[in-house]
């Protein structure tokens, strides 16, 4: 069985950046997509970005332009690199990754972002 560990998550200052990577335990799987999702305390857990093994790209419209999705297949490790961090993007982000019908979940890592 595979798992996702998550890394990267931090406290940073409104307008700075971030980079969180995501790693399957094991390798060798194909998977069909990976993606981040974030909650916030009390809100609903939404959609940030996925990235198909072939790169296709995918944003919410709430951070086009200021996050960026990428994967490394061969290592079955996807980042998100966030520039222009907002307060209101304050949440535990989890990684998720397609392995046939099946969604793969990773833990979660904190980013928090202070005004």
């Known amino acids: 069985q595979v798992t996702l560990v998550e890394s990267g998550g931090d406290l940073v200052q409104a307008g700075g950046s971030l980079r969180l990577s995501c790693a399957a335990s094991?390798?060798?799987?194909?998977?069909?997509?990976m993606g981040w999702y974030r909650q916030a305390p009390e809100n609903q857990r939404e959609f940030v970005a996925r990235i198909s093994g072939g790169g296709t790209t995918d944003y919410a419209d709430s951070v086009k332009g200021r996050f960026s999705i990428s994967r490394d297949n061969a290592q079955n490790t996807v980042y998100l690199q966030m520039n222009n961090l907002k307060p209101n993007d304050t949440a535990v982000y989890y990684c998720?990754?397609?392995?046939?019908?099946?969604?793969?979940w990773g833990q979660g890592t904190q980013v928090t972002v202070s005004s």
């Open positions: 094991r390798k060798g799987y194909a998977f069909k997509s």
């Open positions: 998720v990754a397609v392995l046939g019908a099946t969604e793969v």
